[in-house]
């Protein structure tokens, strides 16, 4: 069982930046965060794999801006977002699959496992 707990959430104007962390307990293959807007379908954000030399994927609306990473020996992940804008808020989820594939890392039905969210809010 993998349990997973996110933080670092908050509300900023445009242009700044917030860090999203997420504790994790138990064995996964592959990491990521999604988010959900109000009355939207929660999409794939950033995706870090845990073999292949770490690689990692990222949806265009975010290339250059966030970047996802983890530190193995405290067992948390990040992303850090830079340039936010409005356009980013929504809630934040972290995610854990053990069987993964790079050709689905943004499909929410292939993670196992998720955090209860944090809240990210971007002001004009």
């Known amino acids: 069982q993998v349990q997973l707990l996110e933080s670092g959430g908050g509300s900023v104007e445009a242009g700044g930046s917030l860090r999203l962390s997420c504790v994790v307990s138990?064995?996964?293959?592959?990491m990521g965060w999604f988010r959900q807007a109000p009355g939207k379908e929660r999409e794939g954000v950033a995706t870090?794999?845990?073999?292949?030399?770490?690689?990692?994927f990222y949806a265009d609306s975010v290339k250059g801006r966030f970047t996802i990473s983890r530190d193995n020996a405290k067992n948390t992940m990040y992303m850090q977002m830079n340039d936010l804008k409005p356009a980013d808020t929504a809630m934040y989820y972290c995610?854990?699959?053990?069987?993964?594939?790079?050709?689905?890392?943004?499909?929410?039905?292939?993670?196992?496992?998720w955090g209860h969210g944090t809240q990210v809010a971007v002001s004009s």
């Open positions: 995610a854990a699959a053990i069987s993964c594939s790079t050709g689905y890392w943004n499909r929410a039905d292939r993670y196992k496992f």
């Open positions: 138990g064995h996964s293959t592959c």
């Open positions: 870090i794999f845990h073999t292949a030399g770490g690689v990692s």
